[in-house]
């Protein structure tokens, strides 16, 4: 009995006192999408594209906190670290005839896509996702559009594996949505 209520006291000053463990998803969010190349099949274009995000999405943090693998954990996504990488995974690589950072402040020749986020958000158990994505030929606009989509959701994951599971549930339900939003921006593509 006395264990049991030096345990809990332990965990009411932790949890009372502020103290977080703070759980950046961005970090290894490449090697994530190294472990699932495959699961998603994009269509193919063959558009030879320069891309850029927006200063605004970089920059994007944001945090949150989930009671149901409790409130001591502090869930990080830096979305600009995971849509960069994830345009530069081998199953988006291959879905473009060529996709490549801009590296300067200089125009582009030929085809620039550009993506701004809207909103990132994890709540009900999935990530909900709103991107601008603009495509510009030359410096004129072909299009922009703002896609949403949100992510499968893992409470069941996030129930049964608590803090252990949440950073892949985060991962894998931002994946979801950022391969619907890819998908649905290559369809407009070729409709071009």
Not at 63 to 85: N, Q, S
Not at 160 to 173: D, L, R, Y
Request: aromatic content about 12%; overall charge neutral; some cysteine.
């Amino acid at each position: 009995m006395k264990k049991a209520y030096i345990i809990i006291s332990l965990f009411l000053v932790a949890v009372l006192s502020g103290c977080s463990i703070n759980h950046p998803v961005a970090d290894d969010y490449g090697q994530y999408l190294d472990k699932n190349t495959g699961t998603h099949d994009y269509p193919e274009t063959k558009l030879k594209s320069l891309y850029e995000i927006s200063e605004k999405t970089e920059g994007h943090r944001y945090e949150f906190r989930a009671a149901t693998v409790g409130y001591a954990h502090l869930w990080i996504v830096e979305f600009g670290k995971v849509l960069d990488e994830t345009l530069k995974s081998t199953d988006v690589q291959k879905a473009f005839g060529q996709l490549a950072e801009k590296k300067s402040d200089s125009k582009a020749k030929g085809y620039l896509i550009t993506f701004d986020l809207d909103n990132y958000e994890f709540k009900n158990h999935m990530a909900h996702v709103s991107l601008n994505i603009g495509l510009e030929k030359d410096g004129h606009s072909v299009f922009s559009k703002t896609y949403q989509a949100q992510g499968k959701s893992q409470g069941g994951k996030m129930f049964w594996g608590g803090p252990f599971a949440m950073k892949n549930a985060t991962q894998q339900s931002t994946k979801f949505a950022l391969d619907q939003i890819i998908t649905d921006f290559i369809h407009d593509v070729e409709k071009r």
